[in-house]
């Protein structure tokens, strides 16, 4: 019997999070994706802190899960980075395969100035 996608995005998971880990000088940038939403944060794994977050639920009203948006959250994320004086993060793609949507949010980010 084969895993759904989301439990195999689960048992990628753990493979990806003990090789990375955000500190207070390069947090982590983890990417979730729900059917209608996206969100990143800024994660400081050190101290167990959320320096940033955006999504598309915070973002100009209200939009959807797709690349267009998936870009704006990641230049929103990017400003908020760079207000609090980060200028490089770790990805985190939290399973999902780097494609689409991720991607997309992705180079938002580094269209915003992040580095990673």
């Known amino acids: 019997m084969s895993k759904s996608k989301n439990a195999q995005r ?4 753990p493979r990806i999070r003990k090789k990375i880990s955000g500190t207070e000088a390069r947090p982590r940038l983890v990417v979730f994706r729900s059917n209608q939403h996206l969100y990143a944060q800024l994660v400081d794994d050190v101290n167990g802190v959320t320096l940033a977050a955006s999504s598309t639920q915070v973002l100009a009203g209200d939009l959807k899960a797709n690349k267009d948006s998936a870009s704006q959250v990641g230049k929103d994320i ?3 980075a760079l207000e609090k004086k980060i200028e490089s993060v770790v990805f985190d793609r939290n399973g999902y ?6 991607k997309a949010l992705a180079d938002g980010a580094r269209e915003g ?3 990673f």
């Open 97 to 102: 395969i780097y494609h689409g949507k991720i």
């Open 10 to 13: 689960l048992s990628r998971k």
């Open 78 to 80: 990017a400003t908020k």
């Open 113 to 115: 100035g992040l580095k």
